[in-house]
Every structure is written in structure tokens, then in C-alpha cells.
């Protein structure tokens, strides 16, 4: 008996030492997201993102991803009101909230790659475009930059002037005014939409970029491209969290989180837009997609008409404390330092 005493004495006492132990607690950090299963955000900025978080703070805060949270417009709100922690917002979708943001989305008729153009974008919102206070409620994590927009026709057009009267999905910002130049009609359908819309004949072809070609079965409805260097616009996206998503960490793991966002995320994105595209166009060729460049004549009429747009939007976003000139210049001196840095591509493969 005495054995058996001492026995259940001991384990009752290791019992108890391991109560005391307390358990390594794991944050998650729910990310709502869209785009489909197959959009390069959800294969390779989530997916590589999550392992920084998860080397950055040491397995203390991890990253979740959750599908149909709600549609695109409506991300920002799904943010704001911790329904879910952080997602990815495209500007464009919340017309007349977002201005400053047009920035990097005017078209240059120059080549540069979405990765230098979303890191160059990152430090021109802090220091330029932040001020206008269009993210209030929701922390900007990262800023991004899409590749060149060209248009997608149902049926083969040569030049802009081929195109006026024509069904176009438009999504917002630049590429409205852009529209409205080029006298089309304008659709506002979600990239989700498109291939519906178009298969149905219910829009003649979209604005879109040409990841589109693949990640939105763009090819198979729209195959024809019209295409300008640079693009005819870019697009602007922010990956924005809940700030009361900080409550849950310490100041030590907010900061490495804060630490692997910024420009090394921003650069992913832009990374994932760039090889998105490259994959766009080998699909859409490989279905027969024709690739027409639009001629001189009309890029001398987009230059004049970006101008103008250029001038209206420097004199809208001074009412909302930004200096256009300077947050331009600033971003165009970024976006050629960036194309002097090293590439992301490397952490991304690493990962």
C-alpha cells in the first residue's frame, strides 16, 4: 500500500506540474479574401505571406484564409467591422471615397514592372498620400500596383476609334475617364463578372489586365487585345487589417508582422501581379488570343487626355491636404530607385 501511495502521490504532483506549464498560445489572423481559388493573391501572396508571419513571430501568430467572405466592394467594410482582420481592397471599387489613390493609376506609355511600381507606391502613401485620410477605420498593412491594363474585345479592334460606342467593363477611377475619352459605355461589372457578362453579350469587352486572360477566363470570351505600352491605366490596391487586430499580439509580434508587410509585401504583390501577367498572356496565346498594338495616333490622344486628368485630379486632392505635384515626383524617383533593388523573387521561391 505504501508504494501505491507513494506512487499516486507522484502522479498526482507531475500532474500538477504540468497544469502549471502554460501552452504556447497561437494568434490567427483571418484574412478575408476574392478573386477565385486560382488568383495569384490566394496562390502565392497569402500562402507566402503567412510563412513570414509565421518566422517573424515565431509560430505565435498565424494566418488564416477565408473564401466568399463577401464580395469586392465590399472588403473594406468586412475589415472595418472585424468581421474579418485583414483583406486586400482594390480602390477603384468604392468610387468617390478614394482619390489620392489614382496616382500610380494614370498611364505613362513606358514600361516598369508592378513589383517596382506597388514597392515605389508603398513609400509614396506614407509620405504623400496618407495624409488624405481615405483608409480611416482600417490600417494599411501594404499598397499594391497591378500590370498594364489593355482592353479585351469580343471581336478584333485596330485602333480606339474602333471602339467608340462599344459595351466596356470599366472599374472605376482612371479607367472611367479613360472610358468616357474614348467614348464607350461604361459597365461597372467586378472582374468576377466578366465572363458571364461577356459570354452573354451583355458587354462588347472589358478593361482588364492580362492576368485577366487566365485568372478570369478572360481568352475564352473576350480574346482580343488592344494594347498600349505601360498600358492604358494601372490599378491601385491596398492589403488594409483591423486595427484592434493589435489588441491580440504583443508590441514585439506587431512589430515583426509590421516588419514583413510594408514594401517586402508590397513588392509581393506586385511580384505576384507581374508573373500573374506572364502567365495571362501564355494562356490566352496558347487559345488562339490575338495581341494588337494600338498605333501612334492614338497614343498622342491618350497623352493629352491623361494630362487633363492628371490636372483635374491635382486640383481634387489638394482639398484633401496632398500636394500632387510632389507626392508624382516623389513616386516616379521610387519607382526608378526600386528598379535598381533587389527583387522580391527570391524570398518567394525560398518560402
Known amino acids: 500500500m505504501n ?8 502522479a498526482l504532483a507531475l500532474s500538477g506540474m504540468s497544469l502549471s506549464v502554460p501552452a504556447l498560445a497561437q494568434t490567427t489572423l483571418t484574412v478575408s479574401t476574392w478573386g477565385g481559388p486560382n488568383h495569384g493573391v490566394n496562390t502565392m501572396v497569402w500562402p507566402t505571406w503567412k510563412s513570414w508571419v509565421e518566422e517573424a513571430t515565431e509560430g505565435r501568430v498565424t494566418v488564416e484564409v477565408v473564401h466568399d467572405m463577401g464580395p469586392p466592394a465590399s472588403q473594406m467594410e468586412i475589415v472595418a467591422d472585424g468581421i474579418a482582420d485583414a483583406s486586400w481592397i482594390f480602390h477603384a471599387h468604392m468610387a468617390g471615397r478614394f482619390l489620392a489613390t489614382q496616382l500610380p493609376e494614370f498611364p505613362t506609355f513606358e514600361e516598369f514592372s508592378s513589383e517596382d511600381a506597388s514597392a515605389a507606391y508603398w513609400h509614396t502613401h506614407q509620405e504623400h498620400l496618407a495624409r488624405a485620410n481615405e483608409h480611416r477605420g482600417v490600417d494599411v498593412l501594404a499598397t499594391g500596383v497591378h500590370g498594364p491594363g489593355q482592353i479585351f ?6 485602333s480606339i476609334e474602333e471602339l467608340a460606342g462599344k459595351r466596356l467593363r470599366v472599374g ?3 479607367m472611367s475617364g479613360l472610358g468616357d ?21 451583355v458587354v462588347d469587352g472589358a478593361m482588364l489586365t492580362l492576368e485577366s486572360l487566365r485568372s478570369f ?13 505601360g498600358g492604358f491605366y494601372r490599378g491601385s490596391f491596398s492589403i488594409v487589417m483591423n486595427p484592434l487586430f493589435w489588441d491580440q499580439v504583443s508590441a514585439q509580434d506587431r512589430e515583426a508582422i509590421e516588419e514583413v508587410s510594408g514594401e517586402p509585401l508590397s513588392r509581393l504583390f506586385g511580384y505576384m501581379m507581374d ?19 494600338a498605333p501612334e495616333a492614338d497614343v498622342e490622344r491618350l497623352r493629352t487626355v491623361t494630362d487633363a486628368l492628371v490636372s483635374e485630379w491635382s486640383e481634387a486632392v489638394a482639398e484633401r491636404g496632398v500636394d500632387a505635384d510632389a507626392a508624382l515626383t516623389y513616386f516616379r524617383e521610387r519607382l526608378a530607385e526600386a528598379g535598381e533593388g533587389e527583387s522580391i523573387a527570391g524570398r518567394v521561391a525560398s518560402e
Open 181 to 201: 475619352a474614348m467614348e464607350v459605355t461604361g459597365v461597372s461589372i467586378p472582374p468576377t463578372g466578366i465572363y458571364e457578362a461577356a459570354s452573354q453579350g
Open 153 to 158: 474585345t469580343r471581336s478584333r479592334v485596330a
Open 3 to 10: 508504494n501505491f501511495a507513494r506512487l499516486a502521490i507522484g
Open 172 to 174: 472605376g477611377g482612371v
Open 275 to 293: 508573373t500573374s501577367d506572364e502567365s495571362g498572356v501564355e494562356f490566352g496565346e496558347a487559345r488562339g488570343a490575338t495581341f494588337t498594338q
Open 217 to 229: 477566363r478572360v481568352a475564352e470570351v473576350a480574346p482580343h487585345t488592344l494594347t498600349v505600352d
